[in-house]
Structures are given as structure tokens and as C-alpha cells.
């Protein structure tokens, strides 16, 4: 069963370092999400993407975060310099169509832990 | 202001008991809702939609709007349901889900 994949597992940074967190979608997928979920709190959405440009993003997602899906494939996050408070489970998730009641299918997560 | 709430951190139930995790939202319009489920390492996924009035492992949800909830409920608990469960709310538009602060089921022999 195809399924959302996201590398690396866990990455360690310092403050101020840009990082790149990539996923790879379900491949006849269209549309693309990114969520986070700092420790012991809610799982909160930052950004949805669908034929190459945002379609939603959070009061999260600010000018320090961009999205971009460079090869058809790939899905990347990045943050340009981190903060502590970035230290979180981020989730990638895809989805075959944008109908509401379409089901999101969720990556295992990548785990960034900022010094 | 779009909402979910589970009150409850932890649910911890015997084996064959029944099992309700609560779930309330708050949404303006018309709401469409989920239950996701996260077992022990593992990815989050989709349990249940509210759409569906399906069953699933057991589970069933019923959309209450009078007192707009959306309670997560299974007649006989066995030990495999020990998990993370969160209740989510589309918002329309792009399909952003708001989830609620999840319930942790544990489930004794």
C-alpha cells in the first residue's frame, strides 16, 4: 500500500540554521499539507499546497517557513533560521482531492530538535 | 472560532468494557468531521469520518449538532484499541483539519 514518506526521522539544529524537511506524497496525489505538533500539545496545520502554490496557510507559517515541491515528487518545508520554539513533530500529509470529507494521509513525522 | 476539544487526556478501561471518547466542536457552518488513530509508532490515520456512518474496528461516531459533538464509541474494548485517538474538524476551504488535543486509550487485560 503506497504510503506518505518523510526524511530524515529526527534532525538536530542550532539556532539560527536553516533546515529542510522533505517528504515524499502518494504519488497520484494532488494536494500536500505540512502540520506540526510541539511536544504535549495539539496537532496544528501550517500549510496546504495544490498545482504548485499555497492554497492556505496558518498564522504559523510566517515568512521564516516557505514550501516548495521542487521535482514532482519531493515536498519540502524549510525554515531559513530556527528558533527554539520550532522544536516540534512535523507531519507531512497528501491527499488524492480536495473534497471535504477526503481523507488525509499522514507521514510518520520528522522530529526537529532545535539547540 | 473553529474548535475541537477533548476533555479527556487519558481514557484507561479493562478489557470488554465499553469506551467513549468525547469529542466538541465548534464551527459556524455545517461540520464535517473525522476520527484519526495513532497507535504506538506508528503514523497517524484515519479511523472514522462522520460522513460514512460506518463502523470501523468496532467504533462508531455520531454526529450530534444539538449538542455539537462527536463522541468516538465502542461497545467492548480489546487491548489492540490502546492508542492515541484525535478528533478533527475540516474547515473548509483547502481541507485544513483542526484537531483536537487527542485522548489517550489505554486498555487493560
Known amino acids: 500500500e503506497p504510503e506518505v514518506t518523510q526524511t530524515p526521522s529526527h534532525q538536530v539544529t542550532q539556532m539560527g540554521q536553516e533546515v529542510i524537511l522533505r517528504c515524499v506524497p502518494i504519488?497520484?496525489?494532488?494536494?500536500f499539507y505540512w502540520y506540526r505538533q510541539i511536544l504535549g500539545q495539539k496537532v496544528e496545520f501550517l500549510v496546504s499546497?495544490?498545482?504548485?502554490?499555497?492554497?492556505?496557510k496558518s498564522e504559523i507559517f510566517d515568512d521564516q517557513f516557505s514550501v516548495e515541491r521542487p521535482d514532482g515528487s519531493n515536498f519540502t518545508l524549510k525554515i531559513r533560521s530556527t528558533k527554539l520554539e520550532d522544536s516540534a513533530m512535523y507531519f507531512c500529509?497528501?491527499?488524492?482531492?480536495?473534497?471535504?470529507?477526503?481523507?488525509?494521509?499522514f507521514g510518520p513525522g520528522t522530529r526537529l530538535t532545535v539547540l | 472560532a473553529q474548535r475541537v476539544t477533548q476533555p479527556e487526556k487519558l481514557l484507561s478501561v479493562f478489557k470488554g468494557a465499553p469506551v467513549e471518547l468525547k469529542c466538541n466542536y465548534s464551527?459556524?457552518?455545517?461540520?464535517?468531521l473525522f476520527w484519526y488513530v495513532q497507535y504506538s509508532r506508528q503514523r497517524l490515520q484515519l479511523l472514522l469520518r462522520?460522513?460514512s456512518r460506518e463502523s470501523i474496528k468496532g467504533f462508531t461516531a455520531d454526529l450530534n449538532k444539538g449538542e455539537t459533538s462527536f463522541h468516538l464509541k465502542k461497545p467492548f474494548a480489546q487491548e489492540e484499541d490502546s492508542a492515541m485517538y484525535y478528533c478533527?474538524?475540516?474547515?473548509?476551504?483547502?481541507?485544513?483539519?483542526?484537531f483536537g488535543a487527542g485522548t489517550r486509550l489505554a486498555v487493560h487485560p
Open positions: 500529509a497528501s491527499s488524492d482531492w480536495g473534497g471535504s470529507y477526503n481523507e488525509q494521509f
Open positions: 504519488s497520484n496525489h494532488l494536494y
Open positions: 499546497f495544490y498545482n504548485n502554490e499555497i492554497s492556505e
Open positions: 464551527y459556524s457552518g455545517s461540520p464535517e
Open positions: 462522520h460522513i
Open positions: 478533527a474538524l475540516h474547515s473548509g476551504g483547502y481541507n485544513k483539519l483542526i
